[in-house]
C-alpha cells in the first residue's frame, strides 16, 4: 500500500552530522505524521522526533538541540538532519508514517526498513 524508503545512514566519527531522508509512495491520500525512530541493539525502539502535516515538532530530550525534523508535503518525504552525534546515537533509524491510503479506510501506520547510524568514538 505504502512504501517506505530511507537514506543516509553511514558511519561518523563523534561531533559529525548526517542527514536521513524517508520518501513515502504508493496509495497515499494523506499523510498526518511523519516520524523517525530508533533501535539500538538491546534496547526497544524509541521515539526520536515526529513532525506534523502542520508543521508542529516533537523530539526525544536526548536529541533536543542536536537533531532537526523536516518534511516536504509535495514530496511526502521527511529528513532528519543530526548534528553533534555521539556514540550513544548508535542504532537502526526507521521512518514511520500515519495517515490515510486510497486502499484502506482510516488511519494506518507504516514502516522503513531501517537504515544503520554507527557513531564511533
Known amino acids: 500500500q505504502v512504501q517506505l524508503v530511507e537514506s543516509g545512514g553511514g558511519l561518523v566519527q563523534a561531533g559529525g552530522s548526517l542527514r536521513l531522508s524517508c520518501a513515502a509512495s504508493?496509495?497515499?491520500?494523506?499523510?498526518?505524521?511523519m516520524a523517525w525512530y530508533r533501535q539500538a541493539p538491546g534496547k526497544q525502539r524509541e521515539l526520536v522526533a515526529a513532525?506534523?502535516?502542520?508543521?508542529?515538532?516533537n523530539y526525544a530530550d536526548s536529541v533536543k538541540g542536536r537533531f532537526t525534523i523536516s518534511r516536504d508535503n509535495a514530496k511526502n518525504t521527511v529528513y532528519l538532519q543530526m548534528n553533534s552525534l555521539k556514540p550513544e546515537d548508535t542504532a537502526v533509524y526507521y521512518c514511520?508514517?500515519?495517515?490515510?491510503?486510497?486502499?484502506?479506510?482510516?488511519?494506518?501506520?507504516?514502516w522503513g526498513q531501517g537504515t544503520q547510524v554507527t557513531v564511533s568514538s
Open positions: 513532525v506534523t502535516s502542520g508543521g508542529n515538532t
Open positions: 514511520n508514517t500515519v495517515g490515510r491510503t486510497t486502499v484502506v479506510p482510516g488511519l494506518s501506520t507504516h
Open positions: 504508493g496509495s497515499i491520500f494523506s499523510i498526518n505524521a
